[in-house]
């Protein structure tokens, strides 16, 4: 070992690891939805999430909801810029309202 602390990242990730990662209720998902939608539809939902944090930020009055929001705004964004590369790397272009 280095001493260094990290990630271990393995390249062999299984076929629905994306899937997974990107669709939060497997309940609600269904095998016919294309990845490309299922990608934006993530999109949507992370840049919602996000800014629901930054709302809940500017609303909050108490230091530690203060700080929860601060951590929450930073999960949200580094969430929804990794979906942007995501949709970068699998070509995708358009509209976020198209995916509705």
Partial sequence: MNGNVGYNYSENKSPGFIKKFLYSCEDDYENTVSDSLLVLKSIQQARQEWMEAVANFDQADNEELI??????????QIRYNYLLKIAKEMGIRGELNDAL
């Fill in 67 to 76: 700080d929860y929001y601060i951590y929450r705004m930073k999960a949200c």
